[in-house]
């Protein structure tokens, strides 16, 4: 019983009225009269709490002064970040293939035997060589007879046997979902990946097409040695220009989800050679 007379105690004085009277001192004229409670003045305050909240969030979020408030990153930060990354990949790669190069050269005016394939991007791993270098060993011969056989090959005029000799980098790892079918009109196929996944050139070339298109969404088409071109089509971020070299390896774009014939993140990926579509998986290992 107490309890609720003290609060009805508490209520009353909250909705009592007051008077705040603002008095000419020399003539005590009225000039301001404004009647409140302190409930009403309790509500006011609040409201302009509330209010001074929504207007420090609002300039905080739609403005530029978002970026000088610590922890809080800049949307472009990530970008410039994974780019940064993917060329520092590339470099790598680029690197480590001029190392092998080099060692090759070396080695050859050694008498030694070359770097193996698998060492290309290993460049401490090396075939066991001879101990004297005068001698051919077994493996020697071995690779005589295969560089003979291959160069016997590359004299034959069909296009197609000339490309599988060809190395064509992987543009992507990844799941094939859609096989190659000319019959469908569908000159390529799509591989699945990973979002943010890096696409990567298939061979050395120059950019000839790096443009949005509707269908197929940010398109860059590469222009290669023998009359060879690779198409990589539905990317979110192009990295390269038109005009640009590229190197086997050097990322080129980011795998995305863009044009109206997409329906999820995915690369459709094309070779054409003199004018007519190749199926990629004949010749690069997805």
Same mark, same amino acid.
Do not use: C
């Given at each position: 019983?107490?309890?609720?007379? +003290? /609060?009805?105690?508490?209520?009353?004085? !909250? /909705?009592?009225?007051?008077? !705040? &009277?603002?008095?000419?001192?020399?003539?005590?004229?009225?000039?301001?009269?404004?009647?409140?409670?302190?409930?009403?003045?309790? @509500?006011?305050?609040?409201?302009?709490?509330?209010?001074? %909240?929504?207007?420090?969030?609002?300039?905080?979020?739609? @403005?530029?002064?978002?970026?000088?408030?610590?922890?809080?990153?800049?949307?472009? !930060?990530?970008?410039?970040?994974?780019?940064?990354?993917f060329r520092a990949d590339s470099l790598e790669n680029e690197l480590q293939r001029n190392s092998a190069y080099l060692r090759n050269i070396q080695g050859a005016l050694k008498g030694e035997l070359p770097l193996s394939k698998?060492?290309i991007y290993n460049t401490d791993q090396a075939i066991e060589m001879p101990k004297n270098p005068m001698v051919k060993s077994k493996e020697d011969s071995m690779l005589r007879e295969y560089v003979e056989r291959e160069d016997?090959?590359?004299?034959?005029?069909?296009?197609? *046997?000339?490309?599988?000799?060809?190395?064509?980098?992987?543009?992507?790892?990844?799941?094939? @979902?859609?096989?190659?079918?000319?019959? +469908?009109?569908?000159?390529?196929?799509?591989?699945?990946?990973?979002?943010?996944?890096?696409?990567?050139?298939?061979?050395?070339?120059?950019? &000839?097409?790096?443009?949005? @298109?509707?269908?197929?969404?940010?398109?860059?088409? !590469?222009? =290669?040695?023998?009359?060879?071109?690779? *198409?990589? +089509? =539905?990317?979110?971020?192009?990295?390269? +220009?038109?005009?640009?070299?590229?190197?086997?390896?050097? &990322?080129?774009?980011? %795998?995305?989800?863009?044009?109206?014939?997409?329906?999820?993140? =995915?690369? =459709?990926?094309?070779?054409?050679?003199?004018?007519?579509?190749?199926?990629?998986?004949?010749?690069?290992?997805?």
């Open positions: 019983m107490e309890k609720e007379n +003290k /609060k009805k105690r508490i209520i009353k004085k !909250l /909705k009592n009225k007051y008077r !705040l &009277v603002i008095l000419n001192d020399a003539s005590f004229e009225e000039r301001f009269s404004y009647r409140l409670s302190p409930l009403n003045l309790l @509500t006011l305050l609040l409201s302009f709490v509330v209010f001074l %909240i929504l207007l420090v969030s609002v300039v905080i979020i739609y @403005t530029p002064l978002r970026e000088s408030i610590p922890g809080y990153t800049d949307v472009s !930060l990530r970008e410039d970040l994974t780019t940064m990354v698998d060492s016997s090959y590359s004299l034959s005029d069909d296009q197609e *046997n000339t490309t599988k000799q060809i190395y064509f980098f992987a543009p992507l790892k990844g799941t094939v @979902t859609n096989e190659f079918d000319p019959a +469908k009109e569908h000159f390529g196929i799509d591989v699945v990946a990973p979002k943010d996944e890096a696409i990567k050139a298939t061979l050395d070339g120059t950019v &000839v097409f790096a443009e949005w @298109t509707l269908e197929t969404g940010y398109v860059i088409q !590469l222009q =290669h040695g023998n009359n060879i071109v690779s *198409n990589y +089509k =539905h990317n979110s971020v192009l990295l390269k +220009k038109v005009g640009e070299e590229v190197k086997a390896g050097d &990322v080129i774009a980011i %795998i995305g989800n863009s044009g109206e014939l997409s329906s999820g993140p =995915h690369l =459709h990926f094309e070779l054409w050679k003199d004018g007519k579509a190749l199926n990629p998986k004949e010749f690069v290992n997805f």
